[in-house]
């Protein structure tokens, strides 16, 4: 397995020890959008936790209620709404790390992720068990960077319920964190590889 300690390693440290400001989810997302649209560099995303709770997306709802076949169609509802964003969608490059075996969760997000690509997002994978030196000082953050001035450590509660985000401006900090998002980004494994891969022969979870 590939050893990425020398990719990535700094990202926990310096988003700990760098200060910031802490805004509540409704803040969170009223300043967040309008950056976004109004961006022209890449964003960068970096998604750590297998899973999530996502109740204001209906097709988690379904998947969550066990309609699997309900949830899929769903997703695809999804996609005139995508296509509609897919200029801001183009600049994002996500980073998602997994586990495995896949959680129930991810075995839906990876649906998800499938209409995200097709409308311009490019997403990479990176198997958690190659972190092991990337995360010695702990596990990676979950981070979302807008351009070369802001960014955001996205903040969830143990349930993983979205609560906010911490924003940081400090100019270095995000060009140093930018480049260690970077060089996880250059190793990890196609979207669609590790989907057709893992994900499609897997049998429909019971919930997630």
């Known amino acids: 397995m590939t050893d990425l300690t020398a990719r990535g390693a700094r990202l926990t440290g310096l988003v700990r020890d760098t200060p910031g400001v802490v805004l509540a989810r409704e803040a969170y997302n ?13 964003c960068w995303k970096l998604e750590r936790m ?10 988690w ?7 699997w076949a309900g949830s899929l169609a769903l997703v695809e509802e999804m996609r005139p709404g995508l296509a509609a964003i897919s200029g801001s969608l ?41 972190l092991a030196g990337v995360e010695a000082e702990g596990r990676l953050p979950e981070l979302l960077i807008v351009g070369p001035e802001v960014m955001y450590e996205i903040l969830y509660d143990s349930a993983g319920g979205h609560t906010g985000g911490r924003r940081i401006e400090s ?5 140093a964190c930018t480049a260690e998002l970077a060089a996880l980004y250059d190793v ?19 919930t997630v």
């Open 90 to 130: 183009s600049r994002l490059r996500r980073v998602r790390i997994v586990e495995c075996p896949a959680s129930p969760y991810l075995q839906w997000e990876m649906q998800v992720f499938r209409a995200r690509t097709h409308a311009g997002e490019r997403i990479r994978v990176l198997d958690a068990g190659a």
């Open 50 to 59: 297998q899973h999530f709770s996502e109740p204001d997306v209906p097709s």
């Open 188 to 206: 990890g494994e196609d979207f669609q590889c590790y989907y057709d891969r893992v994900i499609a022969p897997l049998p429909p979870p019971p």
């Open 61 to 67: 709802a379904a998947a969550r209620a066990g309609d």
């Open 171 to 175: 100019p270095d900090v995000i060009e």
């Open 30 to 42: 009223a300043e967040l959008d309008p950056r976004v649209a109004a961006g022209t560099a890449p």
